[in-house]
């Protein structure tokens, strides 16, 4: 009978929720209890029984596994192992035990218990586990914890990132306390310990961190003190995030705010802020109040109309509608009125903005005033002539575009009036520079006040104006008739008398008209046509009018071509001297050079026909060069000959000639080259040259004097010379011009001068020479008046220089 020890044990293997049994050497089942009994029959269907070779009844891939487990239990001893059924999902903790009776191993005991509910466990935990792992390095703000004395714990990625780690141990290898490391400024750490020891947790506390690489950044930490049971201080713990940009960005903003508030309030130009919805100025800077003339409380909470600050009350509806289209416009021309009611142009740009969420309108204004005076001036400057205020040619010849764009639309004819003040020139010498300008602004009123038909009335340049006259008939001579008719007006009120500082002055002046509209012509055509009838009306005498006809055209077609044939003939040399003999009692004492155009076609050329075609063409200064170098080089050729080297040559200088900067070089270098005695050469000019510019000539002259040269004085009496003059000049002789010699025996006058110049001459130790003798009555009356020196046809024409040597040997 088994002892009641046994009876308890077998009760308790029977009871017991494990598995258990024993097998022999062989495998076979020795002993097992009710729970594998149960196990085996609801899992495999299989009812055990001793004898039974207990791993058959398991699958054939399982059964494999059991005869190692009892070759280890029998050759090592006890041991443990988890083992899976495939069938039902079911994990055991198996424990192999070896039975041994007498020392001798007659089998073995196996323990079975049941644990997958456990491994479920295990499992979730460790899944949960994984999971709280992945949060905590996943999460994007730095999850932190450290020790009271400030090792670093735990650290997530995010925290790792943040501070320029690559791992926590890296961070604890570095960073043995935190306070020393990682916290850059001390008063920030006080500050953080007193409130965290105060409130035991922190939220979103600002402060400089230093990174593994000596970076600083800006960081907010929420944190809080952890204690356990008992109250003592376990450790810190909670987040870190980088927040550098953000501080950045709040101080660019701040920054830009600053910035933005220094430009609003220092900006020149007047900027305010209004509601969208009602208008009101909830802001205005320091130049807003000036140019308008407010005080800020006077503006806000008002608004632009209830200011009055539009000139027109309608520019703010344009203003608003441009908004409600665009949202902004620029460059909006304005006028605006200050508080005093002064008016200004502005300029105004705006745009619609938000401010804390409510829609305002942003506008920026420009005080105008001086850029539209500067326009104005500009304008004025450069279609207005600045001493008469008229119309200058840029805008004159705009007009006439205008005027032959409407001639041919309205079939009337129009008439281009240009207006010449005569010798003006000479009467601005005489009066002086600011009294011919006053006079010149004195014709422009009149021309301006006389002409109220014409379209435009503007000053062409100079001394001269043009007047456009529009709507005339439509028949050329009653078109003709009215435009004369105008220009008779306007010649009657410049030859009024104008009192100018002190003097009376009595100027004229001469018109050229050409009436337009029956043809095509150009602007410049119209032009060129006024001017020819303007030169025709001064040829024939001051104030007179004269108009433009074909004639006139081919006039000036033949001085074109006459210019391009001396062109030609200073290529090709076609010019040779004259030589006129100069008498003095019954000797021969020197010539005249004159000069003759020796033309291919047109045969001999007399100076009166070309010579004032080379002055306006400028080309009288290559031809004056060229006569002058011949004389030098004819004076040296006379130089060697006994009947010829007590002659002088007087030589004609134009006034363009003496006008030039290096003339006296010229002339002095002709002597050079030629070798010519100085003394042999007279230089003649004329009065017309006195009164262009007697500074620049007196100190010409004297340096030609000084080497030699001598001056004479031509066509005297017939221009506009004064005894101060002439006392300046450096002159040698006076010349009696041949229309005194021509006139002085039929009359008085021409005598009375011809004496008058003689006893100027005695009077000033000067000779006088008389030209165009041509009687002997003629040189009989100039004898009995004191003048003993003669040019003429009474002694010779001017000849050629072979018939010149000839007449040397008759005279001889």
Request: glycine share 6%.
């Amino acid at each position: 009978m088994p002892n009641q020890a046994e009876a308890n044990l077998s009760a308790l293997i029977e009871s017991t929720e494990d598995l258990i049994w024993s097998v022999d050497l062989d495998y076979r089942l020795i002993t097992f209890n009710r729970a594998l009994q149960q196990t085996i029959q609801n899992t495999f269907g299989v009812q055990l029984a001793a004898g039974m070779c207990f791993h058959d009844v398991l699958q054939p891939e399982r059964a494999v596994l059991w005869p190692p487990f009892y070759q280890r239990a029998l050759s090592q001893g006890p041991f443990r192992v988890e083992y899976s059924l495939l069938v039902g999902g079911r994990t055991l903790d198996l424990a192999f035990n070896p039975i041994v009776v007498d020392g001798e191993k007659i089998g073995i005991s196996i323990f079975g218990k049941d644990i997958t509910e456990q491994k479920s466990a295990e499992k979730a935990l460790q899944e949960a586990e994984k999971d709280l792992r992945n949060i905590f390095d996943g999460a994007i703000e730095g999850i932190f914890r450290s020790s009271p004395e400030g090792k670093p714990l735990v650290a997530n990625r995010a925290a790792l990132k943040i501070l320029g780690y690559d791992s926590l141990d890296d961070l604890k290898a570095v960073v043995t306390n935190v306070r020393d490391h990682l916290w850059v400024a001390r008063d920030e750490l006080a500050s953080f310990n007193r409130q965290i020891v105060k409130q035991g947790a922190l939220h979103g506390f600002k402060c400089r961190v230093r990174r593994k690489d000596g970076a600083i950044i800006w960081c907010s930490l929420s944190a809080r003190r952890v204690y356990d049971a008992d109250g003592r201080y376990l450790y810190l713990e909670g987040f870190i995030i980088d927040i550098t940009e953000r501080i950045q960005s709040e101080v660019e903003l701040r920054q830009s705010e600053e910035r933005y508030r220094t430009a609003f309030q220092t900006s020149l130009d007047a900027i305010n802020i209004n509601r969208l919805s009602d208008g009101k100025y909830i802001d205005c800077n320091q130049a807003f109040l000036n140019i308008f003339g407010y005080e800020r409380e006077e503006v806000i909470g008002r608004t632009s109309l209830q200011l009055g600050i539009w000139a027109d009350p309608l520019d703010r509806r344009k203003m608003v509608a441009m908004l409600r289209e665009n949202s902004n416009f620029r460059g909006l021309e304005t006028q605006f009125k200050k508080k005093n009611g002064e008016v200004f142009w502005g300029e105004m740009s705006a745009s619609e903005i938000e401010i804390d969420g409510v829609p305002c309108v942003l506008s920026m204004s420009r005080d105008l005033s001086d850029a539209k005076a500067a326009e104005n001036t500009i304008r004025s400057l450069a279609f207005y002539d600045p001493l008469t205020g008229l119309p200058n040619r840029r805008l004159l010849v705009d007009k006439l575009h205008q005027a032959l764009a409407a001639s041919s639309q309205s079939g009337n004819l129009q008439a281009l009036l240009l207006v010449d003040v005569d010798n003006f020139k000479a009467l601005k010498e005489t009066l002086g520079h600011r009294t011919g300008n006053l006079l010149l602004q004195e014709v422009a009123r009149r021309i301006a006040a006389c002409a109220h038909g014409a379209s435009a009335v503007g000053r062409w340049g100079g001394d001269q104006f043009v007047a456009i006259l529009e709507d005339l008939s439509e028949f050329p001579r009653e078109a003709a008739a009215q435009a004369k008719a105008a220009g008779e007006k306007i010649l009657a009120a410049v030859g009024q008398s104008y009192p100018i500082e002190d003097r009376e002055c009595l100027p004229t002046a001469s018109i050229g008209i050409t009436v337009f509209g029956d043809r095509q012509y150009s602007a410049d055509e119209l032009l060129q046509q006024a001017d020819i009838a303007l030169h025709q009306a001064k040829a024939v005498a001051c104030g007179s009018i004269r108009f433009f006809s074909p004639a006139m055209q081919f006039a000036v077609n033949a001085r074109a071509a006459l210019e391009d044939d001396l062109r030609a003939a200073i290529k090709t040399n076609q010019f040779s001297l004259y030589y006129q003999p100069q008498m003095e009692k019954d000797h021969l004492t020197g010539v005249e050079a004159l000069i003759r155009w020796n033309h291919p076609t047109r045969g001999l050329v007399m100076p009166d026909d070309f010579i004032p075609a080379a002055e306006e063409a400028r080309l009288i200064l290559p031809i004056g060069d060229w006569v002058l170098e011949a004389a030098c080089s004819q004076l040296a050729s006379w130089a060697d000959r006994k009947q010829t080297n007590h002659l002088t040559i007087a030589v004609n200088i134009s006034a363009l000639q003496f006008r030039q900067p290096g003339f006296v070089d010229r002339v002095l270098q002709a002597l050079d080259r030629t070798k010519a005695n100085p003394k042999r050469l007279r230089l003649e000019i004329t009065e017309s040259m006195l009164v262009e510019n007697l500074d620049d000539l007196i100190p010409k002259m004297a340096e030609l004097k000084s080497h030699g040269l001598r001056f004479s004085l031509d066509d005297f009496g017939k221009g506009y010379s004064s005894l101060s003059y002439l006392k300046r000049l450096p002159l040698d002789r006076l010349k009696i011009d041949r229309s005194f010699v021509r006139d002085m025996l039929l009359d008085d006058a021409s005598g009375a001068i011809a004496q008058t110049i003689i006893s100027l001459g005695r009077a000033m130790r000067l000779s006088v020479i008389a030209e165009g003798v041509e009687t002997q009555e003629q040189r009989g009356f100039l004898t009995g008046l004191g003048c003993h020196s003669f040019q003429g046809y009474l002694f010779s024409r001017p000849l050629p220089l072979e018939q010149f040597h000839a007449f040397l040997e008759n005279f001889s």
